[in-house]
């Protein structure tokens, strides 16, 4: 059975991560996307369970508190959070575990479970590129646009925190590129990896 990792991807709202998953999925093996719990209200056509866990703030709040986040952070005045449960039964079933979560999000990811993480930033080639395939979506009014440029523009100075970069000039180019680094994330060894195989390398010596 192939071992569990952690995928991070991250990368402004329309770069076309979604699109380059689905694109490369049938060549990264077994993966589980990490659905992310949110206190929003949900949008026409998007499902509870699939889309995203549809919460109360309340509800939330107290999952904080539990300690039942991988991670979470509040963006646009709502909570976004990462439930642990599911993630811990994919890494345990040797699964990929793909998250789209924002600089923030996988700062805190790799404080926690840094030795399985593998992390890529995924961008448009320029702003200009942003800004026209945000506005060709039709998806959004004029200051939500506004304001996912601003974020862009602060998330682009992170990119060196991540250990590849995806530039999406092509859909075709970006998934090729993408299928390898998944395959690059499952050969990730953690520390106790580590350690047990060197152990296992010196035993009979």
Known sequence: MQKGAILVLSGPSGAGKSTIISAASDEIGE????????????????????????????????DIKAGNFLEYAEVHGNYYGTSLKPVRESLNEGKLVIFDIDVQ??????????????????TPPTLEALETRLRARCTDDESVIVNRIT???????????????????TVDEAAKLFVIVAKAARLKQ??????????QWLKNN
Do not use: C, P, W
Request: hydrophobic share 35%; aromatic share 14%; proline share 0%.
């Open 31 to 62: 993966y589980y996307f990490s659905i992310s719990t949110t206190t929003r209200a949900s949008r026409q056509g998007e499902e509870d369970g699939v889309d995203y866990f549809f919460v109360t703030k309340e509800a939330f709040e107290e």
């Open 151 to 169: 974020n862009a523009k602060s998330e682009i100075k992170a990119v060196g925190e991540y250990d590849f970069t995806i530039i999406n000039d």
């Open 105 to 122: 999000g996988h700062r805190l990811v790799r404080a926690k479970m840094n030795d399985i993480t593998t992390s890529v930033f995924i």
């Open 190 to 199: 953690s520390e106790e990896e580590e350690e047990k195989f060197v152990r």
